[in-house]
C-alpha cells in the first residue's frame, strides 16, 4: 500500500451511500467509479510510481497482465472487480485492484473479492484513497480479502469491521540444503552473484551438512507415497477434501482452469506441479499444487487432505520436495495444518503481510474465527506476477 493509502487510512471515516448518489450531491469532489480497460495504461503508470520507484519508465507488458488478471475471470462483473478514484480533472488519483473468486459459503456460493493493490498518486490522492477506503466496510461487502495487508491496513481492516487471521498471516519456511538456500535469498538481493561460480560449492557444502546433521532431510511416514497428479485429477480431489471447511473456494472448471492458466504466466516461480498422497493401501488421503525451479525454492500453493491424516501428509509433501532436490519450500499458514507443520525440524514462520477480510454475514465471520475457512494458494494473490517482478 502507499504511504498516501495508508495516511488516508488513518483518518477518521464515515460510511457514504452509494457513488452515484454522493456525486450527485457534490458534483465537483472527483467520482469513484469500476475500472475499465481504458484506464489500464494509466493503472499500470500508478501502480509503476507507487510501487516499483526505482523504474523510470513502466514495463510495456504490465498494462496486458493487469487485463489478464482484473477482466479475463469467468466471473468478472464491474461489481466484483477494481475500483478507481477520478480527481476533479478526470484523472486517476488512486485505486484498488480486486479480482473475483467464487466462494462456498456455508453451502451458498459468494463471490468474493481480493483485493490486490491499494495505491494512491502521493498526498494528491489521498482523499481519492480514503473515498476508495470507504467502499470496503463491512456493510457493503459480501466478502472482500487480502492475504497481504500493511500494518496500518490491517488496522484500517478492523476498523471496518473485518478481521485479521494470525495464522494465515504467516509463511512457513522449511529448509533442505541450508548453503544453497542461503545463496540463492543472497541472489535474489545481490544479482551479481548469480553469474559467479558459487552453486558448486554450496552443493558441496550441503552434502557435508547433511552427512553429520541428518535431521536437514524430511521423512516420510512409514507406508505413506505420493504420485504425480494431472492439474484436473487435483481440483477433483480438492473439491471433495474441501468439504471439510464451510467456507472454501469452489473451483468449478472454469474458473480452476482460469487461475491455473494466469498463474502459470508468473514463470519466475518455476513450473505449477502437483502431487497425489497415498496411504499403505493406494488409498488417496491428500493433494498438493505447488511451483518448483529445479535447485531452488518450492512454493506450495495448496495442501489438501481428509481429516487426521494431516501429519501424514505434511511429511509427505516435505520428504516428496527433499527428495526431488529443491533447497527450500514455503507456504501460507494454515490452523488445521499447524500442528503436523510444526513437526518440521529447521522450520521457522515468517510474517510478510497481513491475511484480513471484511464481509457483512455473520455465518462467514464465525467459520474464518474458527476451523471452518479455507483460502489461499490459487485463491488468493500468492501467485500474482504483481508480488514477484513488474
Request: proline content about 5%; hydrophobic content about 45%.
Amino acid at each position: 500500500m502507499t504511504p498516501a493509502a495508508e495516511s488516508a487510512l488513518r483518518k477518521p471515516v464515515e460510511l457514504s451511500g452509494p457513488p452515484a448518489v454522493e456525486e450527485r450531491a457534490r458534483p465537483h469532489a472527483g467520482t469513484v467509479r469500476a475500472m475499465e480497460r481504458s484506464d489500464l495504461p494509466a493503472i499500470a503508470d500508478l501502480f509503476t510510481r507507487t510501487f516499483r520507484k526505482n523504474n523510470r519508465v513502466t514495463d510495456s507488458q504490465l498494462a496486458g497482465y493487469l487485463e489478464t488478471v482484473f477482466f479475463s475471470s469467468p466471473f468478472y462483473t464491474p461489481d466484483a472487480g477494481s475500483i478507481v478514484h477520478l480527481n476533479e480533472t478526470s484523472a486517476i488519483d488512486s485505486a484498488i485492484l480486486a479480482m473475483p473468486v467464487e466462494f462456498n459459503v456455508h453451502g451458498r456460493t459468494v463471490t468474493a473479492k481480493i483485493l490486490c493493490a491499494f495505491m494512491a498518486e502521493g498526498k494528491t490522492g489521498a482523499a481519492g484513497a480514503a473515498r476508495l477506503a470507504r467502499m470496503m466496510r463491512a456493510a457493503r461487502q459480501d466478502f472482500c480479502f487480502s492475504d497481504n495487508a500493511s500494518p496500518v491496513s490491517a488496522d484500517h481492516w478492523v476498523a471496518a469491521g473485518g478481521l485479521v487471521l494470525p495464522v494465515q498471516s504467516l509463511e512457513w519456511h522449511r529448509t533442505f540444503r541450508p548453503a544453497a538456500a542461503a545463496l540463492n535469498r543472497a541472489c535474489r538481493k545481490i544479482k551479481p552473484l548469480a553469474r559467479l561460480p558459487l552453486h558448486g560449492l554450496a552443493r558441496l557444502a550441503d552434502n557435508f551438512v547433511r552427512r553429520s546433521k541428518r535431521s536437514f532431510a524430511a521423512v516420510a511416514h512409514d507406508g505413506i507415497t505420493s504420485a504425480p497428479l494431472s492439474l484436473s485429477q487435483f481440483m477433483e480431489q480438492a473439491q471433495i477434501m474441501m468439504q471439510r471447511f464451510s467456507v472454501h473456494p469452489v473451483f468449478s472448471k472454469p474458473e480452476f482452469d482460469w487461475l491455473i492458466s494466469a498463474a502459470k504466466l508468473n514463470a519466475s516461480l518455476g513450473e505449477l506441479q502437483c502431487r497425489s498422497v497415498l496411504d499403505a493401501q493406494g488409498k488417496k488421503i491428500g493433494c498438493y499444487l505447488y511451483f518448483g525451479a529445479d535447485g531452488r525454492n518450492a512454493m506450495v500453493m495448496n495442501v489438501f487432505c481428509h481429516e487426521r491424516q494431516e501429519a501424514a501428509v505434511i511429511a509427505q509433501l516435505f520428504a516428496d520436495l527433499d527428495n526431488l532436490g529443491y533447497v527450500s519450500a514455503q507456504g501460507m499458514a494454515q490452523p488445521f495444518l499447524t500442528q503436523a507443520v510444526l513437526r518440521q525440524r529447521h522450520l521457522v514462520h515468517r510474517h510478510t503481510g497481513y491475511f484480513c477480510l471484511v464481509t457483512r454475514h455473520a455465518d462467514l465471520k464465525a467459520a474464518a474465527s474458527g476451523d471452518g475457512f479455507y483460502a489461499g494458494g490459487l485463491a488468493s494473490e500468492s501467485w500474482s506476477r504483481l508480488l514477484h517482478d513488474f
